[in-house]
């Protein structure tokens, strides 16, 4: 069973930065594509950044492109969200997931069957 803990989240001024982690439980973590994903209130969860299982493929939206990285370290089972350059509207609770894959370039859009908590990011205008 995999379990997924995201930490590092906080309240944070507009411009400032933040760094999530996800810590992936199981000896298998580097089989896995890892996505990041935000859901605000009342708002639908959105994606935000995936990362390919070695670690050499990255997908971002368009609202964070240029200000978030996406990086993982398969020898700590975990994945990194750097988030520089913060915004207001980036306010929302970050999840982490995980999605099992044979290909290790592959990034996906979408099938993530395993999720985190979630963690609370708050940007202050």
């Known amino acids: 069973q995999v379990q997924l803990v995201e930490s590092g989240g906080g309240l944070v001024q507009a411009g400032g930065s933040l760094r999530l982690s996800c810590a992936h439980s199981g000896p298998t973590f580097s089989t896995y594509a890892m996505g990041w994903f935000r859901q605000a209130p009342g708002k639908e969860r959105e994606f935000v950044a995936t990362?390919?299982?070695?670690?050499?493929?990255?997908n971002y939206s368009d609202s964070v492109k240029g200000r978030f990285t996406i990086s993982r370290d398969n020898a700590k089972n975990t994945v990194y969200l750097q988030m520089n350059r913060l915004k207001p509207e980036d306010t929302a609770v970050y999840y982490c997931?995980?999605?099992?894959?044979?290909?290790?370039?592959?990034?996906?859009?979408?099938?993530?069957?395993?999720w985190g908590q979630g963690t609370q990011v708050t940007v202050s205008s």
């Open positions: 990362i390919s299982r070695s670690g050499a493929g990255t």
């Open positions: 997931a995980a999605r099992p894959t044979s290909l290790s370039n592959y990034i996906p859009s979408g099938g993530f069957g395993y």
